[in-house]
């Protein structure tokens, strides 16, 4: 039903303002004679001094920023720019000398964001990647519009795999070096766990595999021994989401519930049959869940808190989780 309203003309006042998480909305209303509407809040793109958030997203050990080739396809680069460096020893800063823990990766990292004009962003972390991520969103939290941990740990001895994969791992690729795994990786298409990749994921990754020295790599996978993010989980106050692949073989998905109940309001979210690299293995549903997240925060400034009580686990949360 339409409702006509007679009266002096309509008087329209439109009102830009900041959102929680950076954004500008508009907020617009309007004045039929001696009644006014109620503001209603429009999309960014209707402000004039709306600025996108970009998207900055971390790749873990033995990848590079190639990894997230395909999140930049499936988002709007006018809303959502993303900026994928290699992180410290990795790709084209494998020739990097110092420390490669994540929070020495951290903070070499936002200083360069820092320089590049980021000066607020959403941000995204696979793996060790994600441990850095971490890092940032506890450091930095007015930097932080929103966080995405992807096959991430808090620790990474957890489980006994863990444990052994944690002291064979850099002497395997000392040994073997990047170029021989990521061929390997390409005929068996292992993705670490779950579903086998596409044979265009397969050579994907081992091209990123290729692209890194194995000595960094040794050092890397050693220093991921060094992080334990428990303690202090419950300072990041960015919004969190947190997705795994349930059957990771190289990073526990039980971590991604320790990271989903001890970072306040976090929601877990895990994709079925997906391995360690849910970007490549189920680049369909890994799209969806950011580009849903993305577009929540940007409604609501933070979404709603997690619905599961006390451990602020929201998704999947299946018994059944290796």
Do not use: K
Request: proline content about 7%.
């Amino acid at each position: 039903m339409l409702a006509r309203f007679t009266g002096s003309p309509a008087i329209m006042s439109v009102t830009c303002q900041r959102s929680a998480n950076g954004l500008t909305t508009t907020m617009i209303g309007a004045q039929i004679g001696t009644m006014s509407t109620s503001h209603h809040q429009l999309a960014d793109a209707t402000c004039p001094d709306a600025q996108p958030v970009p998207v900055v997203v971390l790749h873990g050990i033995y990848g590079t920023g190639m990894l997230f080739d395909g999140l930049r396809a499936a988002l709007d680069p006018a809303r959502y720019p993303i900026t994928a460096p290699d992180i410290q020893g990795h790709g084209t800063a494998r020739l990097v000398t110092g420390p490669l823990d994540a929070v020495t990766v951290a903070e070499a990292l936002v200083p360069a964001l820092t320089a590049d004009g980021f000066e607020r962003f959403h941000l995204i972390g696979h793996s060790h990647g994600g441990a850095a991520a971490q890092v940032i969103a506890r450091l930095f939290p007015d930097r932080v519009a929103s966080l995405v941990l992807v096959s991430s740990y808090t620790w990474q001895p957890l489980s006994w795999w863990e444990r052994l994969g944690g002291r064979i791992a850099p002497l395997a690729v000392r040994l073997a070096g990047t170029r021989l795994i990521g061929m390997t990786t390409r005929i068996t298409r292992n993705g670490g766990g779950g579903r086998r990749l596409s044979a265009v994921a397969a050579r994907n990754l081992a091209r990123q595999m290729a692209a890194n020295d194995a000595h960094q790599m040794a050092r890397a996978l050693a220093a991921t021994r060094l992080f334990d993010s428990r303690p202090w989980l419950h300072e990041i106050r960015a919004p969190t989401l947190v997705i795994t692949g349930s059957a990771d073989h190289m990073v526990s998905p039980r971590q991604s519930v320790l990271l989903a109940a001890g970072i306040p309001g976090a929601r877990l979210e895990v994709i079925r049959r997906a391995g360690h690299i849910p970007p490549l293995s189920h680049p369909d549903e890994f799209h969806r869940l950011v580009s849903d997240w993305l577009a929540e925060v940007d409604r609501s400034g933070r979404p709603l808190p997690a619905g599961a009580g006390e451990t602020g686990v929201q998704g999947d949360r299946s018994p059944t989780l290796p």
